[in-house]
């Protein structure tokens, strides 16, 4: 067992009081990142920051997407390949020295050591470091459809409510549909991804740090997308403790996290991680989403100085046509696309914020979009 699930067990056994287990816990981490030092006495706010999982419910995450709020299920069902006989191809345990013997020839970048440097491996080669005991490397962004992963991992998982696989071109190429591979002591600098994201465990554990990212800039927590960097991000305990957006969890086998994209994170592998996940538009953050966009500018708006949000238009134009089509669907399958969400969604968004009123006003889109859901929101 190594040190961080010992300290983790010991961390467990010890919920929901004891603040120095908590601060050991995080103290043990130093090693991955020297940041990580937070003030003797943080133990019980740190306590009070963990999400802890909480049983799969469809109706609570369409609700948690709905309010913005980061959620973490220990029982989502498992996005893993079926075959015939309706069991998984693979289970988790196996998927290792499986993919170790992957004969693919494509490669893919993955990131090596603590200084992060690029190399491009086949799956077999990634599976074989993995394996390998003290080697430190991580890669997140390793396509999963179309390709030889589509065989192991289940790439309909958000289905039918995630509007991404279906929409135009530009929307669908940003859907990315990943598998993730990290080894103990691999840390993803604090970064955000636009688009919402979740990911499940199938091995292994990471810690994540989660904030809002302009409250955590406003404190001076970077985020390397969205500041100009040459170097790592700043991270500042007791800057994190001060937010009223920070909080942390533990990833483990079988949990899923779901994030929305307005959030930073900060994530260390604990112990060595094979994950699968995607981001996600439905219609409980699909205004959330746009106004992000339209707000902030995209990291993939393809005219670098052009207007902001270059892709909100033809993802709010999918995303209203889509609505109209499920409300002609019976109530169980506008149930499954979070319908009955759209009225919290509704009421998450400040519509007298002089942003929000400025959007409505120059983005026909964006109140075309928003007069559907709410006539959806009345009748659902
Ligand atoms: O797993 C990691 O190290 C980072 C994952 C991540 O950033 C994501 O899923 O968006
Ligand atoms: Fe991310």
């Known amino acids: 067992m190594g040190i961080h699930q010992m300290l983790h067990r010991k961390f467990e056994a010890n919920k929901p009081d004891s603040d120095e287990a908590v601060l050991s816990f995080f103290h043990s981490l130093r090693r991955i990142d020297r940041n990580l030092q937070f003030p003797e006495g943080s133990g019980q706010r740190l306590q009070d920051l963990e999400l802890k999982p909480f049983p799969f419910n469809k109706s609570h995450l369409f609700e948690c997407i709905a ?27 196996q ?14 970048r993955v990131r090596l050591g603590t200084g992060d440097e690029k190399r491009h491996l086949t799956i077999a080669e990634i599976l074989q470091r993995w394996r390998q005991s003290g080697v430190v ?17 289940d790439v309909d998982f958000l289905k ?13 190429e940003l859907e990315m549909l990943t598998a993730v591979f990290s080894t103990a002591g691999k840390l993803t600098d604090s970064h955000s991804d636009d688009m919402a994201v979740c990911n499940h465990c199938c091995v292994g554990s990471k810690l994540w740090l989660a904030w809002e990212t302009y409250e955590g800039l406003d404190a001076g927590l970077e985020d390397v997308e969205r500041v100009d960097l040459n170097a790592k991000a700043r991270f500042d305990p007791e800057a994190f403790l001060s937010l009223k957006s920070a909080c942390w969890f533990i990833v483990q086998p079988g949990e899923t996290i779901f994030l929305p994209g307005k959030f930073t994170h900060r994530v260390y592998t604990l112990e060595n991680y094979i994950g699968v996940g995607s981001f996600y538009v439905g219609f ?4 959330h989403t746009a106004r992000r966009w339209m707000t902030h500018g995209s990291l993939w708006d393809p005219v670098a100085d052009g207007p902001k949000g270059q ?12 609505l ?57």
Not at 160 to 172: C, G, K, Q, V, Y
């Open 67 to 93: 309010r913005q709020q980061p959620v973490l299920y220990s029982d989502f069902p498992r996005p893993l390949a079926r075959g015939s006989d309706g069991g998984h191809v693979c289970a988790p345990d």
């Open 284 to 287: 409980s953050n699909l205004l």
């Open 324 to 380: 109209m089509k499920v409300l002609q669907a019976d109530q169980e399958k506008q149930r499954d696309f979070g319908t009955d969400a759209i009225s919290v969604a509704l009421d998450h968004i400040n519509w007298s914020d002089p942003d929000v009123m400025g959007i409505v006003k120059a983005r026909t889109s964006f109140a075309r979009a928003a007069e559907a859901l709410r006539k959806a929101g009345k009748k659902t």
């Open 160 to 172: 039918p409510w995630n509007l991404m696989p279906n929409a135009s071109d530009e929307i669908r």
């Open 137 to 153: 490397m991580g890669v997140t962004d390793l396509p999963v459809r179309n390709g030889p992963l589509a065989e192991y991992f």
């Open 95 to 108: 998927l290792a020295a499986q993919l170790a013997r992957c004969t693919a020839p494509d490669t893919y």
């Open 311 to 322: 892709h909100a238009d033809k993802l709010l134009e999918f995303g209203s046509a889509e």
